[in-house]
Nanobody, 119 residues
Framework: QVQLVESGGGSVQAGGSLRLSCVAS???????MAWVRQAPGKEREKVAV???????GVAGSVKGRFTISKDNAKNTLYLQMNSLKPEDTGMYYC??????????????WGQGTQVTVSS
């Protein structure tokens, strides 16, 4: 069983930065882990993924601004978000599965952390 706890959300002005953290309990080494966001009235969007020993991918909407990383010693997943835009506003969830699922059908989810970007 894996539990995920996110932190680091908050309110910032456009152009600002935030770093989200997700502490995992249980075995997640080599798991597929991701940050998934959901804005009010919109579908969930998988913004960044990290797999295995560190292969990463980010959505086109955040490419060049967001970076996903993982500290295996601390069992912690990060999302560094720079040059934030109002459209980045939403609830950000940490998600994990033993292997990458289709879409965002991850097995384990955190409770989410809110990010609000004002113009």
């Amino acid at each position: 069983q894996v539990q995920l706890v996110e932190s680091g959300g908050g309110s910032v002005q456009a152009g600002g930065s935030l770093r989200l953290s997700c502490v995992a309990s249980g075995y997640t080494f080599r798991y597929c882990m991701a940050w998934v966001r959901q804005a009010p009235g919109k579908e969930r969007e998988k913004v960044a993924v990290i797999v295995g020993l560190g292969s990463t991918g980010v959505a086109g909407s955040v490419k060049g601004r967001f970076t996903i990383s993982k500290d295996n010693a601390k069992n912690t997943l990060y999302l560094q978000m720079n040059s934030l835009k109002p459209e980045d506003t939403g609830m950000y969830y940490c998600a994990a599965s033993p292997s990458c699922p289709g879409g965002d059908d991850f097995r384990y989810w955190g409770q989410g952390t809110q990010v609000t970007v004002s113009s």
